[in-house]
């Protein structure tokens, strides 16, 4: 089996999971309390930027002959951090969010456990043992399923804290899966201060994108109400399954877009999976709308006939997507300056004009479609330069490494 087959079955398999999280919350904790819950999951994906940054810097320093226990001692000081500004984050969440200390407290503990889990995950992709790696992201899945689903009978916060356990119980499994696969001979040592360094650069791109994918969620509380905000919470899941659904796509093209003479190439190809893989999802989701209130309930139906848009929306967030894992490849990550200012807009707009689910979800896809023009263009011109990466990928990749 390639290894695009073996990571989408496996990252949809997590998905699913995640997923099958939000239909029981959406019933068992009424619109009020699953407002709560889906934006306190929300942020989570916000203080899991060190993670995700993490996973794409182990993975490009392992395309380029860095070895695992390297990587390891990186994420150790990368967990620490995140800890660190976890803590910094529970009061302002609390106070942004109108949720309790200890309950955004346990939401955001999950954010050390997932920098753990990445350690491992970036060292797979690296490798391309994308078997291994689709295991460990179903396992990922069915463990946030697992330990949670329980605390859903007791409240928001205990099901938040069942994240955490299931990222925990998930890198020890990758640990075993990853092992302790050589380096190059030749590659020098990363250094931990130009390590840090790299993770914070791959950071900016990844927090760019994590507010993009969720700043109109976090907002629709706020802005419209605790109910119409719970209602939008439920429309959000189809541009979260649109978001997700292409992660393989990423994952298994960024050992080649951190391979300097093949990025081009492979940033057209995963451009073109991306456009079409959304548009077949908006398609799905126009289709699929009368099964929003069928299974959540009647309280969910004025997001029911907006769910294509939502859907247009997540892809259009996961083509920008693969345009900044080009910009962390080719190590340009000041690219992400664009995005930026195309945010600042956005969260204006959303702040001051939206009234209903409706006008909100308008605005956020049409915010979205501005920056992948954006970007898609600064791309295009970074394109026409010579793409970093001193060293070329290491040539002594076991081919029984990659399990296709």
């Known amino acids: 089996m390639s290894g695009l087959a073996w990571v989408t079955v496996g990252s949809m398999l997590a998905n699913l999971c995640s997923y099958f999280v939000h239909l029981p919350a959406s019933r068992w904790l009424g619109p009020s309390g699953y407002g709560e819950f889906a934006a306190l999951l929300q942020l989570v994906l916000v203080l899991a930027v060190p993670a995700l940054a993490l996973q794409t810097v182990v993975a490009r320093q392992v395309v380029r002959g860095a070895g695992a226990a390297q990587m390891r001692r990186l994420g150790h000081v990368i967990a620490v951090g995140a800890t660190l500004l976890a803590a910094v984050a529970v009061p302002l969440a609390a106070a942004g969010l109108h949720t309790r200390a200890i309950t955004a407290a346990a939401a955001l503990a999950a954010a050390p456990a997932l920098v753990l889990l990445a350690v491992e995950q970036g060292v797979l992709q690296g490798e391309r043992r994308f078997g291994r790696l689709a295991v460990l992201l179903a396992v990922a899945g069915l463990g946030k399923l697992a330990f949670s689903m329980p605390g859903l009978l007791v409240g928001p916060g205990p099901a938040l804290l069942g994240t955490t356990v299931g990222a925990l119980v998930a890198a020890g499994l990758g640990r075993v899966l990853a092992g302790s696969p050589p380096g190059s001979d030749g590659a020098p040592p990363l250094a931990p201060v130009a390590g ?148 600042a807009v956005e969260a204006a707009v959303l702040l001051t004009w939206p009234r209903t689910p409706a006008e909100m979800i308008t605005a956020a896809a049409l915010c979205a479609l501005a920056a992948v023009m954006v970007i898609g263009a600064v791309a295009a011109i970074s394109a026409c330069r010579p793409v970093s990466g001193s060293r070329s990928p290491r040539s002594g990749t076991r081919p029984a490494a990659a399990e296709r």
């Open 196 to 343: 840090v360094r790299a993770v914070l650069g791959a950071s900016s791109v990844q927090l760019v994108l994590a507010v993009f994918a969720s700043l109109d969620l976090l907002l629709a509380r706020p802005v419209l109400g605790a109910a119409a905000g719970g209602t939008y919470a439920l429309g959000a899941v189809a541009a979260k399954v649109a978001f997700w659904l292409p992660q393989a796509v990423g994952v298994v093209f960024y050992p080649q877009l951190a391979t300097p003479e093949r990025a081009r190439g492979a940033l057209r190809t995963v451009l073109a999976l991306l456009t079409g893989l959304g548009l077949v999802c908006a398609a799905g989701a126009a289709v699929c709308a009368p099964l929003a209130t069928a299974l959540a309930g009647e309280e969910y139906r004025p997001v029911q006939g907006l769910l294509w848009l939502f859907a247009a929306q997540g892809a259009l967030i996961a083509v920008l997507q693969g345009l900044l894992l080009y910009a962390i490849a080719i190590e340009r990550t000041r690219m992400a300056g664009y995005a930026w200012v195309v945010l």
